[in-house]
């Protein structure tokens, strides 16, 4: 009896090795290409070339490679468009209409002209032909998200022009295989623009209800990463069954979806790890397996069609980046991310070549023959490999650039942003609350404190109070966002957080509003009164409704003379930061003397947040704000210590007006930062010619003396 009964045969067709060698080639490619500079999308598809048929045939691209390549091709359109700054992209959609149309006809052009004059071929296979050149696909974007550029101006305009060429390409390639099954007619054209545009109105229009209300009904994090993915694939799926590619609806799925999954989430983290881990590899080496190199050395026809196709389609989109550089003045490195992103060659062109090799013409000929089809695959090998170094080229010197600046620039103080977590049910929106206003560029920023009271301990209590914290680190966690955990002892909560701000020097705190226990309980609690007298840094009090990433606007209600704290700066760049991570509008409401302090601000250091400013004098009946403020809106007040610059004695009031005008609304109630110099102050008179803003800078200089000294 032979105990090792084991036969090799290749290809190895048992799913267990052919598994086990794909996450091999996932695991080793980029510890081998890194060694060698070498971005690892490179590894990816030459390990295909070796172990495919047309190499070492180890594999066969068997039906798992057709499962998850497509699976792999839709998710790396999705992150396109999940991962696009929507602002930017609004403020930069003209350039990337005029780089979409330069992208599909410079390829176009010079396509037709090359395959008729240079290969010999007839129209229909040129136009064919140049489309291929004209599409694109984003198969160096792993790449911009590994460096965290995906917000870049140049990287905006490239996505939003990639959507209008492949668009364009594959109405092409619908009209040309349209007309050899004899469907091109008035009907034809008139049904395909009914189709495409119900399919994009039903997109863009039920996705994000429907998404909405999911996230609102549903927190667990499995359900939500397969609906995510369900509506990814029935974009796809409805796109294929109106005659065009599924990618157009996967990256379609990307832009609605964007604004229900914040950057910074647990959810993205998600979306993003499966994607770079298991599926774009897979569609990377599958891709790598259909690439046959020997064709260049058989002779013949093939290596003049390779040579020509390759660089007519390499030249073509180096042009068209050239072109909107010149015409939008970018500098160099602008046209090579441009340039980088566009070049490769590969979803839409595979699709191309294979349905034009299938269509026989009335001389028998194919449209698009062998030699076209080994051309291609030798084009998609080395457009990939250079786009993939332009690219990993370009995204390092705009990261040198950035980290240059920083150093430059001036130096923030670190940013500790402290969580009590007594409450379980408000330790997800509480944790949540703080990624989306963190700064992205700091580590280490979260605190999770649990305080346990030494006069009521218990190991009950201790036990929950270890969940509550393992709870916030888990959720922050999935965001790969490290937490600071402390379990303390003291004489009661408030105390607690206060000797943590100390020794940590914690600068933010965020805390859950407190639930009345009885009628005469005050509205913030006894917690909130004694924390805001024990430290004069900026303080959250929030309750929210709904998941944080599920809101549509932030109104801010700003009281009179809140730009003259110390703090006024901080909180403004906190919720401009939520805005722009969240994508929705931050509409201010303030008199008019705050709200050009505040215009100045936000023009100067946030134009990129959406925002929106209206005039409120009556601060003293926030009723007014009633008609502007919807279920799925969060209100932020700015209210103030007593014996600040800002209070006012309708902060008396305001626990009444909030708990009987918005009791049914997400709700946020900070107390500006009082620590620290007062900021400076942009001065500026008021109509009747008194200048206010140099007699409040020694008010606030006074006051900050006074603080020092008790």
């Known amino acids: 009896?032979?105990?090792?009964?084991?036969?090799?045969?290749?290809?190895?067709?048992?799913?267990?090795?052919?598994?086990?060698?794909?996450?091999?080639?996932?695991?080793?490619?980029?510890?081998?290409?890194?060694?060698?500079?070498?971005?690892?999308?490179?590894?990816?598809?030459?390990?295909?070339?070796?172990?495919?048929?047309?190499?070492?045939?180890?594999?066969?691209?068997?039906?798992?490679?057709?499962?998850?390549?497509?699976?792999?091709?839709?998710?790396?359109?999705?992150?396109a468009?999940?991962?696009?700054?929507?602002?930017?992209?609004?403020?930069?959609?003209?350039?990337?209409?005029?780089?979409?149309?330069?992208t599909f006809l410079i390829p176009m052009g010079l396509g037709i002209w090359s395959s008729m004059s240079m290969l010999g071929y007839g129209f229909l296979t040129a136009v064919l032909l140049a489309s291929m050149y004209a599409s694109h696909t984003l198969i160096a974007y792993p790449i911009i998200s590994r460096y965290g550029l995906s917000r870049l101006r140049s990287v905006n305009i490239t996505i939003g022009g990639t959507a209008v060429t492949v668009t364009l390409a594959l109405i092409i390639l619908a009209v040309i295989g349209g007309m050899f099954k004899g469907n091109v007619d008035g009907w034809f054209w008139g049904f395909l623009v009914a189709k495409v545009a119900f399919l994009g109105f039903l997109i863009v229009f039920f996705f994000p209800r429907i998404g909405r209300w999911f996230f609102r009904k549903y927190d667990d994090s499995v359900m939500q990463f397969v609906f995510v993915l369900a509506m990814v694939f029935l974009g796809g799926g409805l796109m294929e069954f109106v005659g065009m590619e599924g990618i157009l609806g996967a990256f379609l799925a990307g832009l609605v979806l964007n604004r229900l999954v914040p950057h910074v989430s647990p959810l993205m983290n998600r979306l993003e790890f499966v994607g770079n881990a298991l599926f774009i590899p897979y569609f990377l080496i599958g891709v790598g397996m259909i690439i046959d190199?020997?064709?260049?050395?058989?002779?013949?026809?093939?290596?003049?069609?390779?040579?020509?196709?390759?660089?007519?389609?390499?030249?073509?989109?180096?042009?068209?980046?050239?072109?909107?550089?010149?015409?939008?003045?970018?500098?160099?490195?602008?046209?090579?991310?441009?340039?980088?992103?566009?070049?490769?060659?590969?979803?839409?062109?595979?699709?191309?070549?294979?349905?034009?090799?299938?269509?026989?013409?009335?001389?028998?000929?194919?449209?698009?023959?062998?030699?076209?089809?080994?051309?291609?695959?030798?084009m998609i090998l080395f457009t990939c490999v250079i786009s993939s170094l332009v690219t990993e080229r370009a995204a390092r010197?705009?990261?040198?650039?950035?980290?240059?600046?920083?150093?430059?620039?001036?130096?923030?103080?670190?940013?500790?942003?402290?969580?009590?977590?007594?409450?379980?049910?408000?330790?997800?929106?509480?944790i949540n609350l703080a990624l989306v206003i963190k700064d992205a560029k700091q580590k280490n920023a979260l605190i999770a404190l649990n305080v346990i009271n030494d006069n009521n301990s218990s190991e009950k209590k201790e036990l929950q109070g270890k969940r509550n914290l393992e709870k916030a680190a888990m959720i922050a966690a999935a965001a790969d966002v490290p937490v600071t955990m402390v379990s303390r002892y003291d004489l009661n909560i408030a105390s607690g957080i206060i000797h943590t701000i100390k020794e940590y020097e914690a600068t933010d705190v965020v805390i859950g509003l407190h639930r009345k226990a009885n009628i005469v309980d005050s509205f913030f609690g006894h917690l909130a009164e004694?924390?805001?007298?024990?430290?004069?840094?900026?303080?959250m009090i929030a309750k929210f409704l709904m998941p944080v990433n599920t809101l549509r606007r932030i109104n801010i209600a700003v009281p009179p003379k809140a730009e003259y704290e110390t703090g006024f700066a901080k909180w403004v760049e906190h919720f401009c930061r939520m805005?722009?991570?969240?994508?929705?509008?931050?509409?201010?409401?303030?008199?008019?003397?705050?709200?050009?302090?505040?215009?100045?601000?936000?023009?100067?250091?946030?134009?990129?947040?959406?925002?929106?400013?209206?005039?409120?004098?009556?601060?003293?009946?926030?009723?007014l704000l009633t008609g502007q403020v919807n279920y799925d809106h969060l209100l932020v007040?700015?209210?103030?210590?007593?014996?600040?610059?800002?209070?006012?004695?309708?902060?008396?009031?305001?626990?009444?007006?909030?708990?009987?005008?918005?009791?049914?609304?997400?709700?946020?109630?900070?107390?500006?930062?009082?620590?620290?110099?007062?900021?400076?102050?942009?001065?500026?008179?008021?109509?009747?010619?008194?200048?206010?803003?140099?007699?409040?800078?020694?008010?606030?200089?006074?006051?900050?003396?006074?603080l020092k000294k008790n």
Not at 31 to 59: C, Q, Y
């Open 293 to 378: 190199v020997r064709s260049l050395f058989t002779g013949g026809e093939a290596l003049k069609v390779a040579v020509v196709m390759t660089v007519v389609a390499t030249f073509s989109k180096w042009l068209a980046a050239w072109v909107t550089q010149k015409i939008y003045g970018m500098h160099s490195n602008e046209r090579s991310m441009i340039f980088g992103l566009s070049n490769a060659q590969a979803a839409a062109t595979l699709a191309a070549v294979l349905i034009g090799h299938e269509i026989i013409m009335e001389n028998g000929e194919r449209l698009l023959n062998d030699d076209v089809l080994n051309g291609t695959v030798v």
């Open 397 to 430: 010197r705009f990261a040198l650039d950035e980290t240059t600046q920083s150093e430059e620039g001036t130096k923030k103080s670190n940013e500790q942003i402290l969580i009590p977590v007594a409450n379980p049910d408000t330790i997800e929106d509480l």
């Open 579 to 623: 805005g722009s991570i969240l994508g929705c509008r931050v509409h201010f409401f303030a008199n008019e003397r705050t709200l050009m302090r505040l215009q100045q601000l936000v023009k100067k250091k946030y134009a990129g947040t959406p925002t929106e400013f209206s005039t409120m004098e009556e601060w003293e009946d926030l009723l």
């Open 1 to 79: 009896m032979n105990l090792f009964d084991f036969n090799l045969t290749l290809p190895i067709t048992d799913p267990t090795w052919v598994f086990f060698l794909v996450l091999i080639i996932i695991l080793f490619a980029p510890m081998i290409l890194g060694r060698l500079h070498i971005p690892h999308i490179i590894g990816m598809i030459l390990a295909g070339v070796l172990i495919g048929e047309h190499g070492f045939h180890v594999l066969d691209r068997d039906s798992s490679f057709e499962l998850f390549g497509k699976v792999g091709l839709y998710y790396i359109m999705f992150l």
């Open 81 to 102: 468009g999940l991962e696009m700054d929507m602002e930017d992209f609004k403020k930069n959609r003209t350039k990337s209409i005029v780089f979409g149309w330069l």
């Open 530 to 539: 004694s924390l805001l007298k024990g430290t004069h840094r900026e303080v």
């Open 637 to 706: 007040v700015i209210s103030a210590r007593s014996g600040s610059i800002s209070y006012d004695s309708s902060f008396d009031r305001l626990p009444a007006q909030l708990g009987k005008y918005f009791s049914n609304n997400s709700l946020i109630i900070l107390y500006p930062d009082q620590f620290g110099e007062p900021q400076e102050i942009v001065s500026f008179s008021d109509p009747r010619g008194h200048n206010e803003s140099q007699h409040y800078e020694k008010v606030g200089k006074w006051f900050y003396k006074w």
